[in-house]
């Protein structure tokens, strides 16, 4: 479930409008999906996108950790002021970019392949954001139309926090405290949704 900013947020004296920004998005014909976009501020706050047009995306929040992580890489990459291109005969793996926004400051680069071990770290970072919203959108479509199904994508992102694979996981305490709250699904859904919450919770902490 997309949700809005309050209005007034601040951090550290500014607006989240002011707010440094990191962008990624990777271009890939063929794949699933297709192309991906994630924007997130300094403040933690992230959108997510399957297409560049979307005016409605999928709004979630990273922990301080996490976002101060990826902006830590993303100055190591000195703002994405560098190429970061291998230029080897390497397999075709989508064009991604990174952009860096400060105020007037707008930094890009794009590439393929990249040996550069902070540039792989900060891509498997987004990387990571996509599949935990892919696990998203698969428990959001069960939810709603597949409740036999709810189980086997409750498996699937266990499998993914066990992996260290999970990205933000208090965005999905809404959802599955309803699974946990509702006697429609079965018995073992429910319990499975409520230890991930309880787990969620924990981690939160």
Same mark, same amino acid.
């Given at each position: 479930? =997309? *949700?809005?900013?309050?209005?007034?947020?601040?951090?550290?004296? !500014?607006?989240?409008?002011?707010?440094?920004?990191?962008?990624?998005?990777?271009?890939?014909?063929?794949? $699933?999906?297709?192309?991906?976009?994630?924007?997130?501020?300094?403040?933690? &706050?992230?959108?997510?996108?399957?297409?560049?047009?979307?005016?409605?995306?999928?709004?979630?929040?990273?922990?301080?950790?996490?976002?101060?992580?990826?902006? #830590?890489? @993303?100055?190591?990459?000195? &703002?994405?002021?560098?190429?970061?291109?291998?230029?080897?005969?390497?397999? =075709?793996?989508?064009?991604?970019?990174? &952009?860096?926004?400060?105020? @007037?400051? +707008?930094?890009?680069?794009?590439? =393929?392949?990249?040996?550069?071990?902070?540039?792989? !770290?900060?891509?498997? *970072?987004?990387?990571?954001?996509?599949?935990?919203?892919?696990?998203?959108?698969?428990?959001?479509?069960? @939810?709603?139309?597949?409740?036999?199904?709810?189980?086997?994508?409750?498996?699937?992102?266990?499998?993914?926090?066990?992996?260290?694979?999970?990205? #933000?996981?208090?965005?999905? !305490?809404?959802? !599955?405290? &309803?699974?946990? +709250? =509702?006697?429609?699904?079965?018995?073992? $859904?429910?319990?499975? $949704?409520?230890?991930?919450?309880?787990?969620?919770?924990?981690?939160?902490?």
């Amino acid at each position: 479930m =997309n *949700w809005a900013w309050p209005l007034l947020v601040t951090v550290c004296g !500014l607006s989240a409008a002011d707010l440094p920004r990191i962008f990624y998005s990777k271009s890939f014909p063929g794949s $699933a999906p297709a192309y991906v976009a994630i924007t997130l501020d300094k403040g933690g &706050r992230a959108e997510y996108k399957e297409d560049a047009g979307d005016d409605n995306p999928l709004l979630f929040q990273l922990t301080e950790k996490e976002t101060a992580q990826i902006f #830590a890489l @993303a100055e190591k990459l000195g &703002r994405f002021t560098r190429p970061l291109e291998a230029n080897l005969k390497v397999a =075709n793996t989508g064009i991604k970019t990174f &952009r860096y926004q400060s105020g @007037a400051e +707008k930094n890009e680069v794009k590439f =393929n392949y990249s040996l550069d071990a902070d540039a792989r !770290l900060l891509w498997d *970072w987004f990387e990571r954001i996509v599949e935990t919203e892919q696990h998203y959108f698969s428990l959001q479509r069960a @939810a709603r139309y597949d409740k036999l199904g709810v189980n086997q994508a409750l498996l699937l992102l266990e499998a993914c926090r066990d992996r260290g694979r999970l990205v #933000a996981p208090q965005q999905f !305490l809404a959802i !599955l405290d &309803r699974i946990a +709250k =509702n006697e429609s699904y079965l018995h073992m $859904a429910r319990t499975r $949704a409520a230890g991930l919450a309880d787990s969620f919770r924990k981690t939160a902490e």
